[in-house]
């Protein structure tokens, strides 16, 4: 089941918007003047496949509606009763199917101060960047947005300790539904993320705000190093009973000398590709250096297991090589303008050098050392392509932040190559044309209320 159409009624109570998705090409495009809703659409769409239903509470809204390509929908239904100073609002969701007995309940209720058990100015603590202004409203200083304690509490639910996290009564039923569809928002604020740390305070888990750059950097050298550990583990299975299979192996295998050799050259490449992109190191190269000019059948019983046993061994870095060398290449095509250029390492994750164009030096630079454009493209392509679980809707807001023009226009064919790649749904809010270039079939222009 996938997304089909988006729509809201009465957004701020003035705007009504419709959004068909490209369901073919893969990615949609809304536009329009600041002020009409896109990040809010954003917004809405993430708060309820994610279980942040504040959202709702904060946005005002009449109707909230998610159509499928099974042809069934869910909506977000706002009512306000009372007078404008006693005015009470309470949503509800509604899920339709055809065929089938429709389901509602009320928008589920974050918990309410009386149930947490710490006080609540140690959220002020725990989440960087969260500043106290009231009893129970806090300001993002990072976003600038006002919060209230139970927007806190779904916001950063992650870096929250357990037990003062949310809790919801949430129906079988929608819980299906929204395990089902995979939505994640990329938001405008993206150069600052959070970290767990210990506090002997709290004694439980606490975070800290540092760049985003330097988050993913650890994130990926510990991705590698248990792709590294997958793949010891694998060798030492296949190693220890590659006598035995060989043994076992009766009859020669239906390959000529020339098959052997080429199957041998293609891992020897395979191999380079991983060595140059840091999965493994150049002093492991050894075992591929076989060019065999005459094969005898027991040699070539022998090799053909050892193929075997190779490929297996390798396709533990399949997935992840891949997306490295495309982020490697989108981010040196990008960056070699300023001479730079990027690496990775099983120790540092991101490894960048500067060469001086008027001398041999090579500088080392930390991933904090790129400038605010630079961080932000490549924490962009390194969510869509390593944070991001296939079948997924992800949603960007405002991609063109700190790009140069020239990296604008290029930013939808490097979208089109990742999304094939870790086969993705793009829903992108922008204000940029240089984003859309020629691609305006792929756009959604979200217009004013009618008069």
Not at 28 to 50: E, S, V, Y
Not at 231 to 254: C, E, I, K, M, N
Not at 376 to 398: A, R
Request: some cysteine; hydrophobic content about 35%; proline content about 4%.
């Amino acid at each position: 089941m996938q997304i089909q159409q988006v729509s809201v009624n009465g957004l701020f109570g003035i705007f009504d918007h419709v959004i068909l998705l490209n369901m073919d090409q893969r990615i949609t495009i809304i536009h329009g003047p600041n002020g009409f809703g896109k990040t809010a659409i954003l917004r809405m769409l993430n708060g309820f496949f994610n279980s942040q239903y504040s959202v709702f509470r904060s946005i005002p809204f009449n109707k909230f509606q998610v159509e499928f390509d099974d042809g069934s929908s869910v909506e977000v239904i706002n009512t306000t009763e009372g007078s404008a100073k006693t005015k009470k609002r309470e949503c509800s969701i509604e899920f339709h199917k055809p065929h089938s007995k429709s389901r509602t309940c009320p928008l589920p209720k974050t918990k309410d101060s009386s149930d947490i058990d710490l006080p609540v100015s140690i959220l002020d603590d725990i989440i960087p960047g969260l500043q106290r202004v009231a009893v129970k409203t806090w300001v993002y200083l990072p976003t600038g947005e006002t919060l209230s304690l139970n927007e806190v509490i779904e916001r950063f639910e992650d870096v929250i300790p357990l037990k003062i996290k949310s809790r919801y009564e949430i129906p079988d039923w929608l819980k299906t539904l929204t395990n089902n569809i995979h939505v994640r928002l990329i938001e405008s604020q993206r150069l600052l993320n959070f970290e767990p740390i210990r506090s002997s305070r709290l004694n439980s888990g606490t975070s800290s705000m540092i760049p985003t750059v330097s988050s993913y950097s650890n994130e990926l050298a510990k991705l590698i190093e248990s792709k590294l550990a997958e793949y010891g583990t694998t060798s030492q299975s296949l190693d220890r009973t590659f006598p035995a299979r060989v043994v076992q192996q009766q009859s020669s295998p239906d390959l000529t000398d020339e098959e052997l050799r080429t199957h041998l050259n293609e891992l020897e490449e395979t191999r380079s590709r991983l060595i140059e992109v840091g999965l493994l190191d150049k002093d492991e190269n050894s075992d591929f250096q076989i060019q065999p000019q005459s094969i005898d059948e027991s040699t070539k019983n022998i090799l053909s297991v050892y193929v075997k046993d190779v490929e297996k061994k390798l396709s533990v870095f399949d997935e992840i090589a891949s997306k490295i060398e495309l982020l490697r290449r989108i981010i040196n095509n990008k960056f070699a303008y300023s001479y730079k250029e990027m690496n990775f390492s099983k120790d540092k994750g991101f490894v960048f050098k500067t060469h001086h164009p008027s001398s041999s030096d090579t500088d080392i630079l930390s991933p904090t050392d790129l400038s605010s454009g630079e961080q932000h493209e490549l924490v962009l392509l390194y969510e869509l392509l390593f944070k991001v679980q296939p079948n997924s809707l992800v949603l960007i807001d405002e991609p063109e932040l700190s790009l140069h023009v020239g990296w604008q226009a290029q930013f939808l064919k490097d979208l089109q190559e990742i999304t094939k790649l870790a086969n993705l749904d793009i829903l992108m809010a922008t204000h940029s044309p240089d984003i859309i270039q020629d691609r305006w079939d792929l756009t959604v222009e979200l217009k004013g209320a009618r008069k």
